[in-house]
């Protein structure tokens, strides 16, 4: 059951990016931010279904899973601030963020290449018997690479504890994912590898935790990976400084009219929560967000003359 607490999740997410793309466009983050608005509630669902012991994967675009997972966000804003405070140090960037603390193992910007990673994780997890399961979340043009097939066929045959999740957002960067496969229902190539597939609502956090929990629960129990793919819109371009020409007129007004935060908040409404107390919760929110934001720019900078530690040959 969705919740005012759900709601607030999917609100700071929302502002956070409002305000990380905001900073982008003054020059104070540096270097290419891809965000998810819009797609906020695959995050929130799928991490409710996960334990503090589970490792998260994301991708470029992994702002929302990092708040989803528990990343504080003056962390996150200090990263891609290149803040000494950030989750890295400053190091990491929008592109390359982590926080192991949060079970939140990094983003990584080679199209799939968070997937093998994974895999590694669940592998590791069979080996130790802590329990933890692997999520790996990617996009739609992912499912397409060869280390996504290499890495679905490791973990079904090995039945590794690892839930694959793709973010359809029906764009592989800048074309439509339908012209570039024969099916465009991703879900059946799960199929393939002898795993369970599932499509659902990617705009419903009911529909996401649903599907994860029972993902997830198969994993633990040693029932092997599956794979759920989310169906989504974003509501901003691939990058910021994409002027979006690909897309058909009147397309983003639509999604608007299906995006996760409003859709939740009829369904608050609709069931009797009052709508004052959803104004409050996006209030609460933002307020969180602009105090993450102003303690991130008063951070100091982070010290370049640490730029070589943590580096390994």
């Not at 080679?110 to 994974?118: E, F, L, T």
């Not at 069931?271 to 102003?294: F, K, L, N, Y």
Request: hydrophobic share 45%; glycine share 10%; proline share 4%.
């Amino acid at each position: 059951m969705t919740s005012l607490a759900e709601l607030e999740e999917l609100c700071r997410i929302r502002i956070f990016e409002e305000q990380v793309r905001e900073l982008a466009l003054e020059r104070e983050v540096i270097g290419s931010v891809h965000l998810c608005i819009g797609q906020e509630a695959i995050p929130v669902g799928v991490c409710a279904a996960l334990e503090p012991r589970d490792a998260l994967f994301a991708t470029y675009r992994g702002h929302g899973w990092a708040l989803a997972r528990g990343v504080p966000p003056e962390e996150l804003f200090a990263e891609l601030l290149g803040r000494a405070t950030g989750t890295n140090g400053g190091r990491g960037g929008s592109a390359y963020l982590s926080s192991a603390r949060h079970g939140f193992y990094g983003e990584n910007s080679i199209v799939a290449g968070s997937a093998p990673i994974a895999v590694g994780a669940a592998l590791a997890a069979k080996f130790d018997g802590s329990g933890r399961v692997s999520v790996v979340c990617v996009g739609d043009g992912a499912l397409n690479q060869g280390a996504m097939h290499e890495a679905m066929n490791f973990a079904s045959a090995f039945a590794l504890p690892i839930v694959f999740v793709c973010e359809n957002n029906l764009y592989s960067e800048l074309t439509p994912i339908a012209a570039m496969v024969a099916d465009p229902e991703l879900w059946h190539r799960a199929a393939a590898y002898a795993m369970p597939g599932v499509r659902v609502d990617g705009n419903d956090v009911d529909a996401v935790r649903a599907a994860a929990r029972d993902a997830v629960q198969r994993a633990r129990s040693g029932g092997g990976p599956s794979l759920i793919e989310a169906m989504t819109e974003r509501l901003a371009g691939h990058y910021i400084g994409d002027v979006e020409q690909y897309r058909p007129a009147g397309e983003v007004d639509r999604a608007r009219e299906r995006e996760p935060i409003g859709r939740l908040t009829s369904q608050l409404v609709a069931s009797g929560v009052a709508p004052q107390h959803c104004e409050a919760a996006s209030q609460r929110a933002a307020a969180t967000i602009e105090r993450a934001r102003a303690a991130a720019l008063h951070a100091p900078a982070a010290d370049v003359s640490l730029v070589r530690e943590h580096l390994y040959a």
